[in-house]
């Protein structure tokens, strides 16, 4: 493979001009498409094979006025009396009526209902409450519903001067909070540290423009397929985040290797060459590992989080195949310029770069010392290092996960207040309804056997029967649980129901509404995380034994994966679920951690661990080939890769740490998790736990039983076949590539 790489590398430098010509019509070609032919599909999540999701199909089937109609929307005006009064007192009626009137005077308000009405009244049993739905009308896609939210709350504004207490619940429209201008500072901190890593502004420049060339080119790729197949909202998030991470990681991996290429005192070509056939070996290995993780979404068997991944995956094959011709291309241009100011002045000044290298590396830099304390001290560190991890990760336990946030996201707003004031005044699970449909031929007989089954599985406040379908088929009852949408009860509510529905001869039952679609859809995205995480621990284990040759090198980098997800997960629970940074987050916390957000993380922070690991332990895999022993093959591979390493993991927390501080918590919190998993990954695990690891077990560590070593594919990420075809250059590190007295 990289006798492959390294020819394919050495024509696109040589035909530079091509290349920038067949990418930039790429580019071009998608944004055509994109333009023109972008879908989005109107469905959302399609979980058909949900009890819950195919009852809801019946229902809408059968009772069309239950369908969803996205021109209307709902909001519930929320009156509550002065303490010790009630609101059904005449005084108080007189504010509840004007408090309606004047929210049926806002545009789009088709209707506001009367909480009094005899035939439903909407008045807490305590009488100090009432609920007034207010129905709106034609909120088209053109119509801007944020100014008539406002409105409305303006209106529980004036109850309020009136004497009342009033919140305003529901939503309108997309309510989804503004992204913080602090993700872009994020992004120019990476870049300011792509500078400080190559000491020189062009290289910088080209590594961030091969990756968002790569990023760009495979998302609008996908936005120009969606015209075949329509693709959700949430499609491209995975796509975005895991393939800006893994461009910047490939461009700086290979860009740094040209560069020792160079120092080395080849020329521009064959340091071209070189860098692709060994660098382009181990960018594509981890790329394809990561491809291969991101299309596996599809044994999970729930259609968007494939589309997810087939997504993702086809943006970082485009990253990968813009690593290993783009950036080819870009380099011959550069030239030497790739270098830094000190090193190109050095040349004129007629200082061989293999002088400078040398005098150089008679400094002891921070990493070598790092390095040499890890490997003099093996055990007490790695133990040390692991038991932090593992008290990290033990909050992982507590994890609550929520396909929603009952009341809103934000603690602090007018629609959870509201939610918070029916919840106990109308009880708690009066806004989380469950629907159970009869079927059968006799449905309106079987009704009252159907609502005694009901109540005697327990925690159920209220059954009320809804209607049966005009051909006689199918009933609908209406049952409000004692427990919130979001409670262990009410899941077990719904289980209990399913449970015992045989006990009604003649009749189907099926339990759905909105709640029963939640908790089934958490359910399947909590059993797919499972079945991903087997899937990617496996994956990473025999990929890892062929790239190696070992078994106990895979076994340790695939634990140390663990170790730097359950710290992921562990201080993101801390810290957005229970709350305990709530002054330094500028989205809101305290709630269920949202129930996609686990894959999310798994599979980013997947791709990135897989390029450290790469990254690092091939180059001490290549040093133990050469004859060199265990510890010293630790020593040396650390030294040529730690800058490199280093820098990505850095850009990459700058990256994410900009996305923690929006104000949505579901984008907050996967920044936040991965700023956190990619610190314990490369810093903690990467380099400390690995090397130390590999220090204790010696030669152990590279064992692999000769008839397994046989049948393996031979993977020659390190460019052994390259280094046997000439003579090889005297060796350097990769630690040369430091031009910053800060990173040294």
Known sequence: MASYLSRLGAFSARHRFLVFVVWSLMLALGIVGTVTGMKFSDGGFSLSSTESGRALEVMQAKFPATATDDTKGTLQLVLTAPSGQRI????????????????????????????????????????????ATVTLTGLTDDVDTEPIYEKVVAVAGQARDAGLSAEVGGTIGDQTPGQSPAEGIGAMIAFVILIITFGSLIAAGANMLGALLGLATGLLGVFALSAWHPIGSTTPTLAGMIGLAVGIDYGLFILARFRTELREGRTVEEAVARSIGTAGSAVVFAGATVIIALVGLAVVRIPFITEM???????????VLMALTFLPALMRSMGYRVLSRRERRGLRNGVPLQKQVAKRGQRRSFLSGWIRTVVKAPLPIAVVAIAGLLFLA??????????????????????????????????????????????????????????????SVGDVAAVNPAGVSTDGTTAMLQVVPNSGPIDDATRDLVRDIRDHAGEVPGVTIAVTGSTAVDIDTNDMLSRALVIYLVLVVSLSLVLLIILFRSLLVPLVGTIGFLLSLGTAFGVTVKVFQDGWADSLIPAPSGNPILSLLPILIVGILFGLAMDYQVFLVSRMHEAHARGMSPADAIVDGFKRTAVVVVAAAAIMIAVFAGFATAVSPFVAAIGFALSVGVLADAFIVRMIIVPAVLKLLGHAAWWMPRRLDRLLPNIDAEGRALEAADQPAPQHTDNDLLTSAGMR
Do not use: C, W
């Not at 991944?309 to 990253?319: D, E, K, L, P, Q």
């Not at 959870?416 to 159970?436: E, H, M, T």
């Open 88 to 131: 059904t007192s005449a005084a108080n009626k007189k504010l509840v009526a004007a408090a309606t009137a004047n929210a049926a005077k806002v545009d789009h308000v088709g209707s506001v209902s009367d909480p009094f009405a005899k035939d439903r009244p909407s008045v807490s049993a305590d009488g100090t409450t009432a609920v």
């Open 309 to 319: 991944g087939i997504a993702a995956a086809v943006t970082v094959a485009t990253t």
């Open 394 to 455: 033990m909050p992982t336990f507590s994890l609550k996960t929520a396909l929603s946030t009952p009341g809103g996201e934000d603690p602090a707003s007018t629609q959870r207040a509201a939610y918070n004031v029916i919840a106990d005044k109308f009880g708690a699970g009066s806004q989380s309804a469950l629907i159970v449909l009869v079927q059968g031929t006799d449905v309106a007989g079987r009704i009252d056997q159907v609502t005694s089954m009901i109540k």
